[in-house]
C-alpha cells in the first residue's frame, strides 16, 4: 500500500469522525484548528490504515482492508482522545490556579510549583497543596486506565548529589499522597531529575523559581 493511499484513507477517517467533534476554540469563539479528539482520530487512521495494510495475509482488496482499519484506529483514538480532553478538564476545575495542567495529546502533565508544595529544602508537602494532590487523586481514580509518573525537578544551585536527593524525596512525597489517597500504588513510580531538565534559564532567580517542581505525568494505557 502506497503512501498516498494511506493518507488518503486516514484523512477519510478524520473527516469522517470530524461532525462529532468540536475544534479548540480562542477565548473570542474563533477556531484555533483540531481538538485532541481529531488529533487522535488522524493518527489512529493511519496506524489502523498501515497495519490493516501490512497485515493482509493474501494482499487481496488491500485498499479495502486499509479502510477499514483507517475507520477502527480512527474511532480508538478518537475515543483515547475524548477521554484525555475530559480528563484534562475536570482537573483544571479541581485544582487551584497555581497549578498547570497541559494536554499533550498522548498524556496530561500536571505541574506544581515548589513555591506550593514545600518549604525550603524540604520534602514535607504543605497543607494548602495536600488538597491540590486530593483533587488530583480523585481524579486519577475517576479515570483508572493510566500509569503515573510523579517527577522531581530542582535548579542547579547545590551538588549534583543533593539535588538528586532532594528532587527523589520530593517526588516520593507527592507520590506518598497520591497512593495514600487511594490511587493504585502499581500505577505510580517516583522519580527524581535533580537539574537536568530545566525549562528556564538558572541564570535569574525566576527561572529557577520555575525549574524547581514536581510533575505528574498521566499517561493512557489503553
Do not use: W
Not at 486530593?134 to 535548579?155: C, F, K, M, W
Not at 542547579?156 to 497512593?179: E, M, P
Not at 525549562?199 to 517542581?213: D, E, K
Amino acid at each position: 500500500m502506497n503512501l498516498r493511499l494511506t493518507t488518503t484513507i486516514a484523512a477519510s477517517g478524520l473527516i469522517a469522525l470530524g461532525a462529532c467533534t468540536d475544534p479548540s476554540m480562542n477565548p473570542n469563539g474563533t477556531a484555533t484548528g483540531m481538538s485532541r479528539t481529531q488529533q487522535g482520530a488522524l493518527a489512529g487512521a493511519a496506524i489502523g490504515a498501515v497495519l490493516a495494510g501490512t497485515r493482509d495475509s493474501d494482499k487481496n482488496n488491500q485498499g479495502r482492508d486499509a479502510a477499514r482499519g483507517a475507520i477502527l484506529g480512527a474511532a480508538a483514538g478518537a475515543v483515547a482522545g475524548n477521554i484525555l480532553d475530559r480528563q484534562a478538564a475536570a482537573l483544571k476545575q479541581s485544582v487551584s490556579s497555581n497549578v498547570q495542567v497541559v494536554n499533550h495529546g498522548s498524556y496530561l502533565q500536571v505541574v506544581l510549583p515548589e513555591g506550593i508544595l514545600f518549604a525550603t529544602d524540604s520534602a514535607a508537602v504543605s497543607g494548602p497543596a495536600q488538597s491540590d494532590l486530593y483533587a488530583v487523586a480523585r481524579n486519577l481514580n475517576q479515570y483508572p486506565n493510566s500509569r503515573i509518573e510523579v517527577v522531581g525537578h530542582t535548579d542547579s544551585t547545590g551538588s549534583a548529589a543533593y539535588n538528586q536527593d532532594l528532587s527523589q524525596r520530593r517526588a516520593g512525597s507527592v507520590a506518598g499522597i497520591l497512593t495514600a489517597a487511594g490511587v493504585n500504588p502499581g500505577r505510580v513510580v517516583a522519580v527524581g531529575r535533580a537539574s537536568s531538565q530545566p525549562v528556564a534559564s538558572n541564570a535569574t532567580a525566576q527561572g529557577r523559581a520555575q525549574n524547581r517542581r514536581v510533575e505528574i505525568l498521566i499517561r493512557p494505557t489503553n
